[in-house]
């Protein structure tokens, strides 16, 4: 197959997989405890949900606050009262979900706002492609098979977090939003295509398929819910889509929260 029809197969495959999906908490909870093992080789201690990915934002850093209060562990000044900024309801959802979760071993939680174990697999996984289809044809396939609406969405989200997050928050937004769901997509179609490499990531390519959002953090899972609203997955989709609304309200659309 040319690297051409390599980049068509794939854009066609993004066109139609454009869509909101059904919630379900127990298939998408099983989907990300299999990305975690896979990074950690273990579970980890919290699972929570949230409404929005505002809300996760939020969520990502107060995990592991919350969990530490509970071993006894002093907070930094700059973190005392970190949770009054949080939308109405987040901290005592968060509370309830963790309380349900405590685990046997209890040890601290680093506050992290990135996932270095994610960074190295996808790096490998992205290695293996080069390596078995040539950089530049690697590249190509990359970087033209993104269709504009999930590169759109991304942008309509980031500038959503931006306007909604208080800044010493905004470092905990979804960094990947939908570009990882892309990366899975990406990944998941070369392996079918007989790419060599990618088996690692496999488990992210089944989470793609029933969440967009998610932090998986040391010690921890914050996986968003679906949007309610719906992204029309033609190729000649006007933007902006309809607005994608979360089940707590929070609303984007062509980048600005409504």
């Known amino acids: 197959m040319s690297v051409d029809e390599l980049c068509e197969r794939l854009r066609t495959s993004f066109a139609r997989g454009l869509g909101v999906r059904r919630r379900d908490r127990a298939e998408t909870r099983a989907a990300m405890l299999a990305v975690y093992r896979a990074l950690y080789a273990g579970d980890p201690d ?3 949900f949230v409404s929005s990915p ?5 969520a990502a ?16 000044p700059a973190d005392l009262g970190a ?5 109405a309801g987040l901290v005592e959802d968060l509370h309830r979900q963790m309380t349900a979760s405590i ?3 209890r040890h601290a939680l680093p506050r992290g706002r990135e996932n270095l174990a994610e960074d190295r697999l996808w790096s490998a996984v992205y290695a293996a492609v080069e390596e ?3 950089r530049e044809a690697a590249e190509e ?3 033209t098979t993104f269709h504009q609406d999930f ?3 991304d942008e309509a989200i980031m500038d959503g977090l931006e306007n909604d997050l208080p800044d010493d928050w905004y470092g905990y937004r979804d960094v990947f939003s939908v570009s990882r769901l892309c990366d899975s997509r990406w990944a998941g179609i070369l392996a079918e295509l007989g790419v060599p490499g990618l088996e690692g990531w496999q488990p992210f390519v089944e989470a793609a398929r029933v969440t967009d959002h998610f932090w998986v953090r040391p010690g921890y899972l914050v996986v968003c819910d679906p949007a309610e609203g719906d992204v029309d997955g033609r190729e000649d989709s006007a933007w902006p889509p309809p607005a994608l609304r979360w089940p707590d309200g929070w609303e984007v659309c062509g980048g600005a929260r409504r």
């Open 46 to 48: 919290h699972v929570v």
């Open 83 to 87: 949770e009054a900024a949080a939308p």
């Open 103 to 105: 685990p046997l071993v």
């Open 151 to 153: 590169l759109q969405w």
């Open 61 to 76: 850093g107060l995990v592991p606050l919350f969990h530490n209060d509970s071993l006894g562990v002093s907070r930094a």
């Open 141 to 143: 396939c990359y970087v």
């Open 54 to 58: 505002l809300a996760g934002a939020f």
């Open 132 to 134: 078995s289809l040539g």
